[in-house]
């Protein structure tokens, strides 16, 4: 069963899970926004309860099994649940895996909660799993949409080989904030284009007044006769 090892223990739990006063412990304040939350149904109370009896009683659970819970949650739309069972985790010295990472910054943006996304960014760092693709494209999409431009092309720049979903989510975000020229410098560079990334440009630039510049995006799928998947 993968665990914290001794040379990266230190450094998480001291991120996440060993600070002795409260008001340090990242730990602490996951925990205190999740406890607050009530399931809406009987039935999401009681797999709940059950989930964090699994974390509580089974001593072999891996990082697979627990990640696996964690994303059914997430899945769910419980996202506070999905949190907070990543702290039971943590505390039971289980290592996070980068696709652990991804799903619940994936749900602390859609909780819109920065705070525990910059928490749980902090963690990747000390684990050295921040230039991951999948972890960074998740905290691209967390700062993009809730913090600095800024922030997010930091983010962009430590991850390692980004992929499509990582061009997209920062053209995404340069749209949003306006720097079009940014946006479609990078559209024009990225090593492969989608679907998605072709919407993003034309909604971005249509939804912010630019309509021609949408019209002649639009005209260059029809021209190149793009299909999903096609390298550039």
């Given at each position: ?178 720097r079009f020229e940014d946006a479609l410098w990078l559209f024009k560079v990225m090593p492969e284009r989608n ?38």
């Amino acid at each position: 069963m993968p665990r914290l090892s001794p040379n990266c223990r230190l450094p998480l739990t001291a991120a996440a899970t060993m600070f002795s006063r409260e008001a340090y412990n990242p730990l602490f304040y996951i925990q205190k926004a999740t406890n607050a939350h009530i399931p809406s149904s009987t039935e999401s109370s009681s797999s709940f309860s059950d989930a964090c009896k699994l974390f509580d009683e089974m001593y072999d659970l891996g990082v697979v099994s627990a990640t696996s819970i964690i994303g059914t949650f997430s899945k769910k739309q419980q996202h506070k649940e999905a949190i907070y069972l990543f702290t039971r985790m943590l505390s039971n010295n289980i290592r996070p895996t980068e696709f652990t990472f991804g799903t619940v910054m994936h749900s602390s943006s859609l909780l819109k909660d920065l705070n525990i996304g910059k928490q749980l960014h902090a963690c990747t760092i000390k684990m050295g799993l921040n230039s991951n693709v999948f972890v960074g494209s998740a905290s691209l999409d967390l700062y993009s949409k809730l913090s600095t431009i800024e922030e997010a092309n930091r983010v962009f720049e430590d991850t390692r080989q980004p992929n499509v979903v990582s061009y997209t989510t920062l053209i995404s975000g340069y749209l949003k904030n306006e720097r079009f020229e940014d946006a479609l410098w990078l559209f024009k560079v990225m090593p492969e284009r989608n679907v998605v990334s072709w919407n993003a440009m034309i909604s971005g630039f249509s939804q912010t007044g630019f309509n021609e510049e949408a019209v002649n995006l639009f005209i260059q799928i029809v021209v190149t006769g793009f299909r999903p998947g096609t390298k550039y």
